[in-house]
């Protein structure tokens, strides 16, 4: 079965300091791993993604991630957050055999402060 | 990426109606999937929709509650049917063009029900 523990509920940071969301991820199959931001009162958003190749991902917003398919984790870091990046933030699964059927994490709450 | 608009964005129902949800897409797809978000929780999948056949299903969500319809490649509709306030929650629809693309989420129906 597949599953997304993120281990953190809520991380609150002051502005400009250094961010590392986590996220671990059990399956027997080849994966795809994504990260999406949901900002108050909005969609989803997608931040970055790994498919394959380089385990260091970059997406938008200057996030990146690393995938380390030995510990089944695919944290998602910023080296100095904005208070702009206060949001929700869900860490995502898509088994290879069935692309698109997504099983997220139960989110972690980003709060920047001044 | 695929563009998605999705209708009504928020609506206050009372209890024992339904109400249908509308996600439109600007290009076609073969997939569509819709997915629950419950007051202060990740997502939940409820179905994925192909054009030309029936919605599958996943656990713990039927389609005598959630009938869901795809007519063409590019509109799918999502019914709540005889509501009750547990079915309060954001309701989204997500596209699948490949995971090149992430997955495309609408801005989501925010649903009470009273």
């Known amino acids: 079965a597949q599953s997304v523990t993120q281990l953190d509920s809520q991380v609150p940071v002051f502005e400009e300091a250094p961010v590392e969301l986590r996220c671990n991820y059990s399956s027997s199959v080849s994966v795809y791993l994504f990260w999406y931001v949901q900002y108050p009162n909005q969609g989803l958003q997608l931040l970055l993604k790994?498919?394959?190749?380089?385990?260091l991902v970059k997406g938008i917003n200057g996030f990146e991630a690393e995938f380390n398919k030995s510990q089944t984790s695919f944290h998602l870091r910023k080296p100095s957050v904005h208070i702009s990046d206060t949001a929700e933030y869900f860490c995502a699964v898509d088994r290879g055999s069935t692309l698109g059927r997504l099983y997220f994490g139960r989110g972690t709450q980003l709060t920047v402060w001044p | 990426s695929a563009v998605i608009s999705q209708k009504p964005s928020r609506d206050i129902c009372q209890r024992g109606t339904s109400l249908t949800i509308q996600c439109q897409v600007d290009s076609q797809v073969t997939m569509m999937f819709w997915y629950r978000q419950q007051p202060g929780q990740s997502l939940t999948l409820i179905a994925t929709?192909?054009?030309?056949?029936?919605?599958?299903?996943e656990s713990g969500f039927v389609i005598d509650k959630f009938p869901i319809s795809r007519p063409n490649l590019t509109f799918s509709t999502l019914t709540v049917s005889n509501m009750s306030p547990e079915d309060s929650s954001i309701y989204l629809c997500?596209?699948?063009?490949?995971?090149?693309?992430?997955?495309?989420f609408g801005s989501g129906t925010r649903l009470t029900v009273v």
């Open positions: 997500s596209v699948e063009k490949g995971p090149n693309y992430g997955y495309t």
């Open positions: 790994y498919l394959s190749g380089s385990t």
């Open positions: 929709a192909n054009q030309g056949s029936e919605a599958t299903y």
